[in-house]
């Protein structure tokens, strides 16, 4: 007898014919139990009767017991998952429940005969007519539910994979950006622009009227007394006045504190000396523009002049930064050096009064009614150190002892600063607050708020009921799966690696400056400076631009390898959703738009082979998006030997997509219609092509649409016709005609016609176009003429 524990049954059917025929073949692939008990839990059917089976004792060279269920004739059976048979439990033998509407009917006498199945017994089952659909029908259930399960662990285990790849990238990226903020730290620091980062400027607002204040007292105290009791700073800390004294001051000591004291303590004799020798600096330099300021009664015309000269440069030196270069400048001055002993009296003094002024306040954790907490952002202490571990000999020194609330702010400031808001591989976040969804550890914000606090507030005080639909938007947006086009991100390293200058790209190459010609003639020099001037800021454009290109192949390349990411989304104040990753996303520019698809591809279909051509000629632009719809998809078929050319070599073919305005974008739309146009059926081609559908004036499409008005609804495309309308065109073509009438008139009587003359030629759509979009946003007078 066969124990139940053994017994590995499988089963296969044919669910389909199984519905229209109610006889159904049970064949044993090895000697089965003398009974098998068919559980109602898996064959409801049964009821609360058994089927008893009798077997012949002869054996199999099958390891495991198998059920197979046929129908008769045995014919193209799909098998499914083994525990569909849930147990056989052995039953007495004696046992002779029978089941109603179901009886054994024979035993095949020439098994070999059918099918082959030698050595094998059969039996036949009737059902009754109302058990085929629902046996078969929770069976398929079962399976389906099975199958859905192992999917799942599929998937499950891909996507802890690629959550835990998502978790270290964004841990990671972390810790590499406050590494590299500590590295922007020490480079503002040294070139004294650390007062620039964001936190240092919001300390600076609370820290410099006090300090000023104090600075102010120190200074009267220390005039009023007698020589003999003033303090040895005092001839000193009366030469700069106090605010520019107290700005000295916070700019030396917050670099310093910039500059990587992880203990955030900083020795006493190097910050006052550093504050020394920036306050002496800026005495001289004080001094200097002070005597060339006057004009004394036997100066000259030339030594006036002489003056004048010495005083731009080193006004300009200053500004440039360059601070060593402009005490070269005024050396000659005939003052004494201060030397580092009264360097370091006035600098701790100073130092004294901006412990005393400045000040930290803590989160308020209490109620709005208590006082507020305040406590001082710098302490001064004693620090011991030993010569070596173990050493008996000891060195005390003092120190500044930055509060921890400033070196926490510092971090936070670097945090939000530098974040690297990357394309996730997961799904982002559901939205459900203001700052609850997104990114999985980095700071996400459903608004750009820039900074404002009332916006903030705000924001946070939204509920969810309120603002789901928004979340439901945003995340709708966030769960759209992108990847990287590769066949345009190889054309476009082609493109970058032989210089750029080409399909929209920047020239990696500088512009040469002109030299400086050797002749004086003044309007030469003037023409030189000008076209230097020029050069430079071309250059600086350039690296921009060649910054900004490297940056969104730089993630191109990190991403080109996945089989998709995602795009955590945001609103700015208008309501507009963006992606939060800055450089490579679908909003960009034509390169990020042409390199990114869509990760999930559809097939094309009828209407899409359709509106694929029209996208395409709409990416030519160049007037063909103006033309109707038949127009435009005449303009496609009577290029397709270019098309299909620029697909198949776009680096050394004709380049007919190197003309169009969106040149990468271009060529993605040629590469998927050449596949389906070659491909034997067009229609079921796979695509991930984006098709854009672009609005017009969005904002006048709004005004249109509540005030109903025909008119303007035309202008914007609300309502169907012939040809796309264009209002920009329109209103450009309006404020010309006005123009034009203005310039006819009089200029002594109407002051307009003089300045209509002028500009009439300057009107175009371009220069329409940004004050009209704008106009719905609030656009203020100044804000078009800018």
């Given at each position: 007898?066969?124990?139940?524990?053994?017994?590995?049954?499988?089963?296969?059917?044919?669910?389909?014919?199984?519905?229209?025929?109610q006889t159904s073949l049970v064949t044993w692939l090895k000697p089965p139990p003398s009974s098998a008990l068919f559980r109602r839990k898996t064959l409801p059917f049964f009821e609360r009767h058994s089927l008893p089976i009798s077997a012949s004792s002869s054996s199999s060279s099958s390891s495991s017991t198998s059920l197979s269920v046929h129908?008769?004739?045995?014919?193209?059976?799909?098998?499914?998952?083994?525990?569909?048979?849930?147990?056989?439990?052995?039953?007495?033998?004696?046992?002779?429940?029978?089941?109603?509407?179901?009886?054994?009917?024979?035993?095949?006498?020439?098994?070999?005969?059918?099918?082959?199945?030698?050595?094998?017994?059969?039996?036949?089952?009737?059902?009754?007519?109302?058990?085929?659909?629902?046996?078969?029908?929770?069976?398929?259930?079962?399976?389906?539910?099975?199958?859905?399960?192992?999917?799942?662990?599929?998937?499950?285990?891909?996507?802890?994979?690629?959550?835990?790849?998502?978790?270290?990238?964004?841990t990671e990226a972390w810790e590499r950006m406050v590494d590299e903020y500590r590295d922007l730290e020490k480079e503002m620091c040294e070139k004294n622009l650390a007062p620039n980062l964001p936190y240092v400027k919001h300390m600076f607002l609370g820290w410099f009227q006090p300090l000023k204040d104090v600075i102010e007292r120190e200074q009267k105290l220390q005039k009023n007394k007698s020589k003999k009791v003033r303090a040895a700073y005092a001839p000193h800390i009366e030469l700069l006045p106090a605010d520019k004294m107290a700005v000295i001051v916070m700019h030396k000591m917050m670099g310093l504190v910039m500059s990587g004291h992880e203990d955030g303590c900083i020795q006493v004799v190097q910050a006052a000396v550093s504050?020394?020798?920036?306050?002496?600096?800026?005495?001289?330099?004080?001094?200097?523009?002070?005597?060339?300021?006057?004009?004394?009664?036997?100066?000259?015309?030339?030594?006036?002049?002489?003056?004048?000269?010495?005083?731009?440069?080193?006004?300009?030196?200053?500004?440039?930064?360059?601070?060593?270069?402009?005490?070269?400048?005024?050396?000659?001055?005939?003052?004494?050096?201060?030397?580092?002993?009264t360097q370091a009296k006035l600098g701790s003094?100073?130092?004294?009064?901006?412990?005393?002024?400045?000040?930290?306040?803590?989160?308020?954790?209490?109620?709005?009614?208590?006082?507020?907490?305040?406590?001082?952002?710098?302490?001064?202490?004693?620090?011991?150190?030993?010569?070596?571990?173990?050493?008996?000999l000891v060195r005390r020194y003092g120190v500044i002892e930055c509060d921890s609330l400033l070196l926490a702010g510092l971090d936070k400031s670097a945090k939000h600063m530098l974040i690297p808001y990357v394309p996730m591989l997961v799904p982002p976040k559901r939205w459900k607050g203001y700052d609850k969804g997104g990114y999985l550890f980095l700071p996400s914000y459903i608004m750009r708020t820039h900074g404002s606090k009332k916006q903030q507030d705000a924001l946070k005080d939204i509920s969810h009921k309120t603002a789901h639909r928004v979340f439901e938007a945003l995340d709708t947006l966030g769960n759209t799966k992108w990847r990287v086009n590769r066949n345009i991100l190889d054309v476009v390293e082609r493109l970058w690696a032989d210089g750029g200058n080409i399909a929209g790209l920047v020239n990696r190459e500088d512009v040469p400056i002109p030299e400086k010609p050797s002749s004086e003639d003044p309007e030469e020099l003037q023409s030189w400076k000008w076209s230097a001037r020029k050069a430079n800021k071309i250059n600086r454009e350039r690296h921009s631009l060649r910054c900004d290109v490297e940056l969104k192949l730089s993630v191109a390349r990190k991403m080109k390898d996945e089989e998709g990411f995602y795009y955590p989304h945001n609103l700015d104040f208008r309501g507009r959703a963006y992606p939060m990753h800055p450089h490579l996303n679908h909003l960009s520019s034509d390169l990020c738009r042409g390199t990114l698809e869509f990760?999930?591809?559809?097939?094309?279909?009828?209407?899409?082979?359709?509106?694929?051509?029209?996208?395409?000629?709409?990416?030519?632009?160049?007037?063909?998006?103006?033309?109707?719809?038949?127009?435009?998809?005449?303009?496609?078929?009577?290029?397709?030997?270019?098309?299909?050319?620029?697909?198949?070599?776009?680096?050394?073919g004709k380049r007919w997509w190197l003309k169009a305005e969106d040149p990468f974008q271009c060529l993605?739309?040629?590469?998927?219609?050449?596949?389906?146009?070659?491909?034997?059926?067009?229609?079921?081609?796979?695509?991930?092509?984006?098709?854009?559908?672009?609005?017009?004036?969005?904002?006048?499409?709004?005004?249109?649409?509540?005030?109903?008005?025909?008119?303007?609804?035309?202008?914007?495309?609300?309502?169907?016709?012939?040809?796309?309308?264009?209002?920009?065109?329109?209103?450009?073509?309006?404020?010309?005609?006005?123009?034009?009438?203005?310039?006819?008139?009089?200029?002594?009587?109407?002051?307009?016609?003089?300045?209509?003359?002028?500009?009439?030629?300057?009107?175009?759509?371009?220069?329409?176009?940004?004050?009209?979009?704008?106009?719905?946003?609030?656009?203020?007078?100044?804000?078009?003429r800018e």
């Open positions: 007898m066969a124990s139940a524990a053994a017994a590995s049954p499988s089963l296969s059917l044919n669910p389909t014919s199984h519905f229209q025929h129908e008769k004739p045995i014919s193209n059976s799909v098998h499914f998952h083994g525990n569909l048979i849930e147990s056989f439990e052995n039953q007495d033998s004696s046992y002779a429940g029978t089941i109603k509407g179901a009886s054994l009917i024979e035993e095949l006498e020439n098994p070999v005969e059918r099918n082959g199945l030698s050595g094998r017994r059969r039996l036949f089952m009737q059902d009754p007519p109302w058990i085929s659909a629902l046996f078969l029908k929770g069976l398929s259930k079962m399976v389906d539910q099975t199958l859905k399960i192992e999917r799942k662990d599929i998937d499950k285990r891909k996507f802890d994979s690629l959550r835990r790849r998502q978790v270290k990238e964004e504050i020394g020798i920036a306050i002496e600096q800026e005495v001289r330099i004080h001094n200097f523009l002070k005597r060339t300021r006057k004009n004394n009664a036997g100066d000259s015309q030339e030594e006036l002049k002489e003056k004048q000269l010495l005083r731009k440069r080193v006004n300009s030196l200053i500004r440039r930064k360059r601070i060593i270069d402009a005490l070269k400048v005024v050396k000659s001055e005939g003052t004494k050096p201060w030397g580092r002993a003094r100073l130092l004294e009064l901006l412990i005393e002024a400045a000040y930290v306040q803590p989160p308020l954790t209490q109620s709005g009614d208590s006082i507020p907490e305040f406590r001082p952002a710098f302490r001064h202490r004693f620090k011991t150190v030993t010569k070596y571990p173990g050493s008996k990760a999930e591809g559809r097939p094309l279909g009828k209407s899409g082979l359709h509106w694929l051509k029209i996208h395409l000629a709409n990416l030519y632009a160049g007037g063909v998006e103006k033309l109707s719809h038949d127009a435009r998809l005449a303009f496609v078929e009577n290029h397709l030997d270019d098309i299909m050319d620029s697909a198949e070599n776009p680096i050394h993605a739309a040629c590469v998927i219609l050449t596949q389906a146009l070659k491909s034997p059926s067009p229609y079921s081609v796979i695509s991930h092509l984006p098709i854009h559908q672009d609005g017009s004036c969005n904002g006048l499409q709004h005004y249109a649409a509540l005030g109903r008005d025909s008119f303007e609804a035309a202008a914007v495309n609300l309502v169907a016709g012939e040809k796309p309308a264009d209002v920009y065109s329109e209103i450009s073509r309006r404020v010309h005609e006005i123009m034009k009438k203005d310039s006819s008139k009089d200029p002594e009587s109407n002051p307009t016609a003089a300045l209509a003359k002028i500009l009439i030629t300057q009107v175009d759509r371009k220069l329409v176009k940004q004050t009209v979009m704008t106009s719905v946003y609030g656009v203020t007078y100044v804000g078009a």
